[in-house]
Protein backbone atom coordinates (compact mmCIF):
# COMPACT_ATOMS: atom_id res chain seq x y z
CA UNK A 1 0.00 0.00 0.00
CA UNK A 2 1.61 3.33 -1.16
CA UNK A 3 0.27 7.04 -0.66
CA UNK A 4 2.06 9.17 -2.63
CA UNK A 5 3.38 12.33 -0.83
CA UNK A 6 1.03 14.04 -3.69
CA UNK A 7 -2.23 12.22 -2.46
CA UNK A 8 -1.50 12.76 0.83
CA UNK A 9 -0.94 16.56 0.33
CA UNK A 10 -4.91 16.53 -1.43
CA UNK A 11 -6.18 14.58 1.13
CA UNK A 12 -4.88 16.88 3.84
CA UNK A 13 -6.29 19.74 1.59
CA UNK A 14 -9.47 18.39 0.94
CA UNK A 15 -9.99 17.66 4.61
CA UNK A 16 -9.60 21.17 5.67
CA UNK A 17 -11.31 23.17 3.38
CA UNK A 18 -14.49 20.58 4.51
CA UNK A 19 -13.84 21.30 7.87
CA UNK A 20 -13.48 24.78 7.63
CA UNK A 21 -16.46 25.33 5.33
CA UNK A 22 -19.59 23.17 7.95
CA UNK A 23 -17.15 25.34 11.19
CA UNK A 24 -18.74 28.54 8.96
CA UNK A 25 -21.77 27.04 8.36
CA UNK A 26 -22.15 26.27 12.25
CA UNK A 27 -21.26 29.93 13.09
CA UNK A 28 -23.66 31.25 10.73
CA UNK A 29 -26.78 29.32 11.52
CA UNK A 30 -25.61 30.50 15.34
CA UNK A 31 -24.65 26.98 16.23
CA UNK A 32 -22.00 28.13 18.74
CA UNK A 33 -21.79 25.19 21.18
CA UNK A 34 -22.35 22.68 18.50
CA UNK A 35 -19.28 24.50 16.25
CA UNK A 36 -17.04 24.55 18.75
CA UNK A 37 -17.71 20.79 19.65
CA UNK A 38 -17.44 20.18 16.15
CA UNK A 39 -13.96 21.94 15.58
CA UNK A 40 -12.78 19.63 18.57
CA UNK A 41 -13.67 17.00 16.76
CA UNK A 42 -12.27 17.77 13.54
CA UNK A 43 -9.16 18.46 15.32
CA UNK A 44 -8.93 15.27 16.54
CA UNK A 45 -9.56 13.96 13.13
CA UNK A 46 -6.63 15.84 11.46
CA UNK A 47 -4.36 14.41 14.54
CA UNK A 48 -5.44 10.66 13.49
CA UNK A 49 -4.79 11.68 10.13
CA UNK A 50 -1.33 12.84 10.95
CA UNK A 51 -0.91 8.97 12.70
CA UNK A 52 -1.93 7.16 10.00
CA UNK A 53 0.39 9.16 7.52
CA UNK A 54 3.47 8.37 9.89
CA UNK A 55 2.86 5.17 10.34
CA UNK A 56 5.01 2.76 8.51
CA UNK A 57 4.01 1.28 5.51
CA UNK A 58 6.88 -0.27 3.84
CA UNK A 59 9.08 -1.54 6.49
CA UNK A 60 9.86 -5.13 6.87
CA UNK A 61 8.14 -5.18 10.44
CA UNK A 62 5.39 -3.03 9.87
CA UNK A 63 2.20 -4.40 9.54
CA UNK A 64 0.01 -2.92 6.96
CA UNK A 65 -3.39 -3.89 8.18
CA UNK A 66 -4.48 -1.11 10.99
CA UNK A 67 -3.23 1.72 8.02
CA UNK A 68 -5.59 0.18 5.88
CA UNK A 69 -8.68 -0.06 8.48
CA UNK A 70 -7.80 3.60 9.94
CA UNK A 71 -7.33 5.21 6.69
CA UNK A 72 -10.57 3.66 5.31
CA UNK A 73 -11.91 5.05 9.08
CA UNK A 74 -11.02 8.54 8.19
CA UNK A 75 -12.20 8.26 4.45
CA UNK A 76 -16.09 7.24 5.48
CA UNK A 77 -16.08 9.93 8.00
CA UNK A 78 -15.02 12.95 5.29
CA UNK A 79 -17.25 11.38 2.67
CA UNK A 80 -20.52 11.74 4.91
CA UNK A 81 -19.06 15.26 5.08
CA UNK A 82 -18.21 16.22 1.70
CA UNK A 83 -22.30 15.45 0.85
CA UNK A 84 -22.92 17.33 3.41
CA UNK A 85 -20.72 20.13 2.00
CA UNK A 86 -22.23 19.66 -1.11
CA UNK A 87 -25.99 19.51 -0.34
CA UNK A 88 -25.19 23.16 1.47
CA UNK A 89 -23.57 25.02 -1.10
CA UNK A 90 -26.71 23.97 -3.25
CA UNK A 91 -28.99 25.13 -0.90
CA UNK A 92 -26.65 28.61 -0.48
CA UNK A 93 -26.92 28.95 -4.25
CA UNK A 94 -30.87 28.65 -4.61
CA UNK A 95 -30.51 31.12 -1.68
CA UNK A 96 -29.16 33.87 -4.18
CA UNK A 97 -32.36 33.49 -6.63
CA UNK A 98 -34.84 32.58 -3.60
CA UNK A 99 -34.37 34.68 -0.35
CA UNK A 100 -35.39 32.92 2.62
CA UNK A 101 -33.52 30.59 5.09
CA UNK A 102 -36.07 27.50 5.02
CA UNK A 103 -34.82 26.07 1.88
CA UNK A 104 -31.09 26.26 2.91
CA UNK A 105 -32.26 24.17 6.37
CA UNK A 106 -34.05 21.81 4.00
CA UNK A 107 -30.59 20.89 1.73
CA UNK A 108 -28.34 21.15 4.74
CA UNK A 109 -30.83 17.89 5.80
CA UNK A 110 -31.03 16.40 2.89
CA UNK A 111 -27.05 16.57 2.89
CA UNK A 112 -27.16 14.70 6.40
CA UNK A 113 -29.21 12.56 5.27
CA UNK A 114 -27.24 11.56 2.36
CA UNK A 115 -24.13 12.13 4.25
CA UNK A 116 -25.52 9.47 6.69
CA UNK A 117 -26.19 7.57 3.31
CA UNK A 118 -22.72 7.28 2.02
CA UNK A 119 -21.17 5.87 5.81
CA UNK A 120 -23.59 3.29 5.86
CA UNK A 121 -23.07 2.27 2.01
CA UNK A 122 -18.97 2.16 2.65
CA UNK A 123 -19.74 0.15 5.81
CA UNK A 124 -21.47 -2.27 4.28
CA UNK A 125 -18.68 -2.55 1.59
CA UNK A 126 -17.01 -4.14 4.51
CA UNK A 127 -19.57 -6.20 6.29
CA UNK A 128 -21.38 -7.36 3.03
CA UNK A 129 -20.48 -6.75 -0.09
CA UNK A 130 -16.56 -8.04 -0.01
CA UNK A 131 -18.23 -11.37 1.51
CA UNK A 132 -20.68 -11.71 -1.17
CA UNK A 133 -19.31 -13.91 -3.65
CA UNK A 134 -20.95 -14.00 -6.97
CA UNK A 135 -20.18 -16.33 -10.14
CA UNK A 136 -20.02 -14.90 -13.37
CA UNK A 137 -20.68 -17.60 -16.77
CA UNK A 138 -19.26 -16.84 -20.04
CA UNK A 139 -19.43 -18.72 -23.11
CA UNK A 140 -16.53 -18.95 -25.50
CA UNK A 141 -16.80 -19.55 -28.87
CA UNK A 142 -14.57 -20.30 -31.86
CA UNK A 143 -14.04 -22.26 -34.60
CA UNK A 144 -10.67 -22.26 -33.54
CA UNK A 145 -11.71 -24.36 -30.13
CA UNK A 146 -10.79 -27.93 -30.45
CA UNK A 147 -14.25 -30.02 -30.97
CA UNK A 148 -13.12 -32.29 -28.05
CA UNK A 149 -13.12 -29.06 -26.14
CA UNK A 150 -16.75 -28.46 -27.12
CA UNK A 151 -17.94 -27.52 -23.37
CA UNK A 152 -14.48 -27.62 -21.38
CA UNK A 153 -15.21 -24.89 -18.43
CA UNK A 154 -12.64 -23.17 -16.69
CA UNK A 155 -12.82 -21.31 -13.67
CA UNK A 156 -10.80 -18.37 -12.79
CA UNK A 157 -10.16 -16.13 -9.46
CA UNK A 158 -8.13 -13.24 -9.34
CA UNK A 159 -6.47 -10.57 -6.91
CA UNK A 160 -7.51 -12.92 -3.45
CA UNK A 161 -5.07 -10.55 -1.46
CA UNK A 162 -4.82 -13.05 1.35
CA UNK A 163 -3.19 -10.58 3.40
CA UNK A 164 -6.33 -8.05 3.60
CA UNK A 165 -8.09 -11.05 5.90
CA UNK A 166 -4.76 -11.29 8.29
CA UNK A 167 -5.39 -14.97 10.00
CA UNK A 168 -8.81 -14.93 9.10
CA UNK A 169 -9.85 -17.96 6.63
CA UNK A 170 -13.42 -17.67 6.38
CA UNK A 171 -13.93 -16.43 3.27
CA UNK A 172 -11.11 -17.80 1.25
CA UNK A 173 -12.57 -21.15 2.43
CA UNK A 174 -16.11 -20.13 1.09
CA UNK A 175 -14.56 -18.72 -2.39
CA UNK A 176 -12.85 -21.86 -3.02
CA UNK A 177 -15.47 -24.05 -1.92
CA UNK A 178 -17.53 -22.12 -4.28
CA UNK A 179 -15.06 -22.57 -7.08
CA UNK A 180 -15.00 -26.24 -6.37
CA UNK A 181 -18.96 -26.39 -6.89
CA UNK A 182 -18.57 -25.73 -10.61
CA UNK A 183 -16.78 -28.78 -10.92
CA UNK A 184 -14.55 -27.19 -13.38
CA UNK A 185 -11.94 -29.03 -15.96
CA UNK A 186 -9.65 -26.66 -15.04
CA UNK A 187 -8.76 -23.73 -12.40
CA UNK A 188 -6.52 -20.52 -13.30
CA UNK A 189 -5.42 -17.99 -10.90
CA UNK A 190 -4.34 -14.85 -12.65
CA UNK A 191 -2.45 -13.07 -9.88
CA UNK A 192 -1.96 -11.11 -6.31
CA UNK A 193 -2.58 -13.69 -3.87
CA UNK A 194 -1.04 -11.53 -1.58
CA UNK A 195 -0.41 -7.72 -0.79
CA UNK A 196 3.47 -7.51 0.19
CA UNK A 197 5.27 -10.30 1.15
CA UNK A 198 4.92 -14.62 1.04
CA UNK A 199 4.22 -14.90 4.76
CA UNK A 200 0.76 -13.64 4.47
CA UNK A 201 -0.28 -16.64 2.58
CA UNK A 202 0.81 -19.26 5.43
CA UNK A 203 -2.32 -19.32 7.39
CA UNK A 204 -4.35 -19.95 3.70
CA UNK A 205 -2.25 -22.96 2.25
CA UNK A 206 -4.20 -25.30 3.45
CA UNK A 207 -7.10 -23.67 2.14
CA UNK A 208 -5.64 -22.89 -1.13
CA UNK A 209 -4.94 -26.19 -1.24
CA UNK A 210 -8.58 -28.06 -1.72
CA UNK A 211 -8.60 -26.36 -4.70
CA UNK A 212 -9.23 -28.90 -7.21
CA UNK A 213 -9.95 -29.58 -10.98
CA UNK A 214 -9.61 -32.78 -13.23
CA UNK A 215 -6.72 -30.72 -15.44
CA UNK A 216 -5.25 -28.84 -12.54
CA UNK A 217 -4.67 -25.34 -11.13
CA UNK A 218 -2.37 -22.74 -13.21
CA UNK A 219 -1.54 -19.81 -11.83
CA UNK A 220 0.42 -16.23 -12.57
CA UNK A 221 1.84 -13.67 -10.52
CA UNK A 222 0.64 -9.72 -10.29
CA UNK A 223 2.44 -6.85 -9.52
CA UNK A 224 1.71 -7.87 -5.35
CA UNK A 225 3.88 -10.81 -5.53
CA UNK A 226 7.36 -9.78 -6.09
CA UNK A 227 7.65 -8.15 -3.11
CA UNK A 228 8.25 -4.68 -4.29
CA UNK A 229 6.29 -2.80 -1.71
CA UNK A 230 8.03 -3.75 1.19
CA UNK A 231 11.52 -2.37 2.04
CA UNK A 232 13.61 -5.28 2.52
CA UNK A 233 16.24 -4.82 5.05
CA UNK A 234 18.72 -7.08 3.24
CA UNK A 235 19.52 -7.37 -0.42
CA UNK A 236 18.41 -10.91 -0.90
CA UNK A 237 15.61 -10.75 1.57
CA UNK A 238 13.18 -9.79 -1.56
CA UNK A 239 14.53 -13.11 -3.90
CA UNK A 240 14.06 -15.24 -1.18
CA UNK A 241 10.64 -13.94 0.05
CA UNK A 242 9.74 -14.68 -4.11
CA UNK A 243 11.49 -17.97 -4.29
CA UNK A 244 9.59 -19.41 -0.90
CA UNK A 245 6.01 -17.86 -2.71
CA UNK A 246 6.81 -20.44 -5.79
CA UNK A 247 7.72 -23.37 -3.07
CA UNK A 248 4.04 -22.37 -1.08
CA UNK A 249 2.62 -22.81 -4.90
CA UNK A 250 4.07 -25.76 -5.90
CA UNK A 251 3.51 -27.44 -2.29
CA UNK A 252 -0.39 -26.77 -2.83
CA UNK A 253 -0.02 -28.41 -5.78
CA UNK A 254 -0.46 -25.21 -7.84
CA UNK A 255 1.45 -24.73 -11.36
CA UNK A 256 2.69 -21.70 -11.17
CA UNK A 257 3.64 -20.60 -14.85
CA UNK A 258 6.54 -17.65 -15.50
CA UNK A 259 6.80 -16.92 -18.53
CA UNK A 260 5.61 -20.98 -19.82
CA UNK A 261 3.32 -22.99 -21.92
CA UNK A 262 1.61 -25.46 -20.86
CA UNK A 263 -0.62 -28.26 -23.87
CA UNK A 264 -4.31 -29.50 -22.25
CA UNK A 265 -4.61 -32.48 -24.29
CA UNK A 266 -8.15 -33.67 -24.98
CA UNK A 267 -8.54 -36.88 -27.19
CA UNK A 268 -6.16 -36.40 -29.10
CA UNK A 269 -5.97 -32.65 -29.43
CA UNK A 270 -4.92 -29.49 -27.65
CA UNK A 271 -5.34 -26.06 -26.96
CA UNK A 272 -2.24 -23.92 -25.35
CA UNK A 273 -2.40 -22.10 -22.44
CA UNK A 274 0.30 -19.44 -21.86
CA UNK A 275 1.28 -17.89 -18.70
CA UNK A 276 3.47 -14.52 -18.26
CA UNK A 277 4.84 -12.82 -15.49
CA UNK A 278 3.64 -9.61 -14.55
CA UNK A 279 3.49 -7.13 -17.37
CA UNK A 280 4.13 -3.81 -15.93
CA UNK A 281 2.86 0.02 -17.05
CA UNK A 282 3.90 2.48 -15.24
CA UNK A 283 4.72 2.54 -12.05
CA UNK A 284 4.92 -1.12 -12.22
CA UNK A 285 7.94 -2.94 -13.23
CA UNK A 286 7.64 -5.68 -15.69
CA UNK A 287 9.03 -8.59 -15.66
CA UNK A 288 6.74 -10.74 -18.05
CA UNK A 289 8.42 -12.27 -21.61
CA UNK A 290 5.80 -13.31 -23.81
CA UNK A 291 8.66 -14.14 -26.40
CA UNK A 292 10.05 -16.59 -23.81
CA UNK A 293 6.62 -18.19 -23.76
CA UNK A 294 5.72 -18.03 -27.39
CA UNK A 295 8.32 -17.74 -29.55
CA UNK A 296 7.28 -15.64 -32.76
CA UNK A 297 10.03 -16.79 -35.00
CA UNK A 298 8.68 -18.36 -38.21
CA UNK A 299 11.13 -21.30 -37.50
CA UNK A 300 9.23 -22.12 -34.51
CA UNK A 301 6.58 -24.91 -34.30
CA UNK A 302 4.87 -22.30 -32.05
CA UNK A 303 5.13 -19.20 -34.68
CA UNK A 304 2.13 -16.93 -34.44
CA UNK A 305 0.26 -18.74 -37.38
CA UNK A 306 0.37 -22.19 -36.02
CA UNK A 307 -3.04 -23.59 -35.43
CA UNK A 308 -3.45 -23.93 -31.75
CA UNK A 309 -6.14 -22.25 -30.06
CA UNK A 310 -4.18 -20.10 -27.30
CA UNK A 311 -5.25 -18.88 -24.03
CA UNK A 312 -2.74 -16.31 -22.16
CA UNK A 313 -2.91 -15.31 -18.01
CA UNK A 314 -1.49 -12.04 -17.40
CA UNK A 315 -2.13 -10.31 -14.94
CA UNK A 316 -2.69 -6.81 -16.14
CA UNK A 317 -5.34 -5.91 -18.74
CA UNK A 318 -3.04 -3.44 -20.90
CA UNK A 319 -0.90 -6.19 -22.16
CA UNK A 320 -3.73 -7.40 -24.23
CA UNK A 321 -4.77 -3.36 -24.88
CA UNK A 322 -1.42 -2.40 -25.77
CA UNK A 323 0.29 -5.56 -26.95
CA UNK A 324 -1.23 -8.92 -27.22
CA UNK A 325 -4.35 -7.91 -29.47
CA UNK A 326 -2.15 -6.06 -32.11
CA UNK A 327 1.10 -8.41 -32.41
CA UNK A 328 -0.39 -11.81 -31.65
CA UNK A 329 -3.04 -14.66 -32.55
CA UNK A 330 -3.61 -15.19 -28.42
CA UNK A 331 -7.35 -15.99 -29.20
CA UNK A 332 -8.29 -15.07 -25.29
CA UNK A 333 -6.64 -13.27 -22.41
CA UNK A 334 -7.61 -13.72 -18.88
CA UNK A 335 -6.75 -10.42 -16.60
CA UNK A 336 -7.50 -8.95 -12.97
CA UNK A 337 -5.26 -6.56 -11.43
CA UNK A 338 -7.86 -3.61 -12.10
CA UNK A 339 -10.27 -4.66 -8.85
CA UNK A 340 -12.62 -2.69 -10.39
CA UNK A 341 -11.18 -0.19 -7.85
CA UNK A 342 -13.62 -1.79 -5.62
CA UNK A 343 -16.38 0.20 -6.30
CA UNK A 344 -18.85 -0.68 -8.94
CA UNK A 345 -22.52 -0.13 -10.65
CA UNK A 346 -24.34 -2.45 -12.61
CA UNK A 347 -27.37 -0.82 -13.85
CA UNK A 348 -29.56 -3.54 -15.73
CA UNK A 349 -26.57 -4.74 -17.88
CA UNK A 350 -25.01 -1.08 -17.91
CA UNK A 351 -21.25 -1.13 -15.76
CA UNK A 352 -19.79 2.19 -14.50
CA UNK A 353 -16.32 2.02 -12.22
CA UNK A 354 -13.65 4.81 -11.43
CA UNK A 355 -11.36 2.30 -13.00
CA UNK A 356 -13.00 3.43 -16.44
CA UNK A 357 -10.74 6.29 -16.42
CA UNK A 358 -7.32 4.39 -15.62
CA UNK A 359 -7.73 1.34 -17.76
CA UNK A 360 -9.49 1.46 -20.95
CA UNK A 361 -10.61 -2.55 -20.47
CA UNK A 362 -11.75 -2.56 -16.43
CA UNK A 363 -14.10 -5.80 -16.08
CA UNK A 364 -15.73 -8.18 -18.32
CA UNK A 365 -15.34 -9.06 -22.09
CA UNK A 366 -13.45 -7.32 -24.60
CA UNK A 367 -13.19 -7.84 -28.51
CA UNK A 368 -11.10 -6.82 -31.25
CA UNK A 369 -9.39 -7.58 -34.11
CA UNK A 370 -5.33 -8.36 -34.16
CA UNK A 371 -3.12 -6.65 -36.91
CA UNK A 372 -4.06 -9.36 -39.37
CA UNK A 373 -7.99 -9.46 -38.61
CA UNK A 374 -7.70 -12.67 -36.34
CA UNK A 375 -10.69 -12.13 -33.90
CA UNK A 376 -9.08 -11.89 -30.18
CA UNK A 377 -10.59 -11.76 -26.80
CA UNK A 378 -9.79 -10.26 -22.91
CA UNK A 379 -11.36 -11.23 -20.10
CA UNK A 380 -10.90 -8.53 -17.09
CA UNK A 381 -12.02 -10.62 -13.88
CA UNK A 382 -12.48 -7.69 -10.91
CA UNK A 383 -11.27 -10.07 -8.19
CA UNK A 384 -11.98 -11.26 -4.97
CA UNK A 385 -10.07 -9.53 -2.60
CA UNK A 386 -9.24 -6.00 -1.49
CA UNK A 387 -6.43 -3.79 -1.21
CA UNK A 388 -6.03 -0.14 0.04
CA UNK A 389 -9.26 -0.48 1.45
CA UNK A 390 -10.75 -3.25 3.23
CA UNK A 391 -14.35 -2.65 1.16
CA UNK A 392 -15.97 -3.47 -1.98
CA UNK A 393 -19.06 -0.98 -3.05
CA UNK A 394 -22.11 -1.33 -4.50
CA UNK A 395 -21.89 -3.86 -7.17
CA UNK A 396 -17.98 -4.59 -6.84
CA UNK A 397 -18.79 -8.36 -5.47
CA UNK A 398 -16.00 -10.49 -5.78
CA UNK A 399 -16.20 -12.75 -8.94
CA UNK A 400 -15.42 -16.18 -9.74
CA UNK A 401 -15.42 -16.52 -13.52
CA UNK A 402 -16.76 -19.97 -15.48
CA UNK A 403 -15.91 -19.79 -18.87
CA UNK A 404 -17.26 -22.63 -21.09
CA UNK A 405 -15.40 -22.98 -24.31
CA UNK A 406 -18.08 -23.67 -27.47
CA UNK A 407 -16.51 -25.29 -30.87
CA UNK A 408 -18.41 -23.54 -34.25
CA UNK A 409 -18.01 -24.40 -37.73
CA UNK A 410 -16.38 -21.46 -39.76
CA UNK A 411 -20.01 -21.16 -41.05
CA UNK A 412 -21.73 -20.06 -37.78
Not at 29 to 52: D, E, H, M, T
Not at 290 to 296: D, I, T
Request: proline share 4%.
Amino acid sequence: MRIPLLAAIMLFVFSFIIDFYISLDLKSAGKKKLRKGYNVSALLCWIFLVVIMCMPKRAEDSNLLPVMWMLYTYLTIYAAKFFYVVCSLIGRLIGVFHKGKKRGYVCNWIGVCLGIVAFSVMWLGVGVTRKHIVVNRVDISSPSIPQPFNGYTIAQISDVHVGTWGNDTTFVSHLVDSVNALHPDLIVFTGDIVNRETKEIEPFLPVLSRLKAKDGVLSILGNHDYGDYMDWKHPGDRDANNRLLAKYQKGIGWCLMNNERRFIVKDNDSIMVLGVENWGDPPFPTYGDLEKALSSSQDSVYHQNDRYYKILLSHNPEHWNQYVSKKTNIALTLSGHTHAMQMMLDLGGWKWSPAKYRYEQWGGLYDRLNENGQPTQLYVNIGAGEVGMPARLLGAYPEITLFTLHHTSNRE
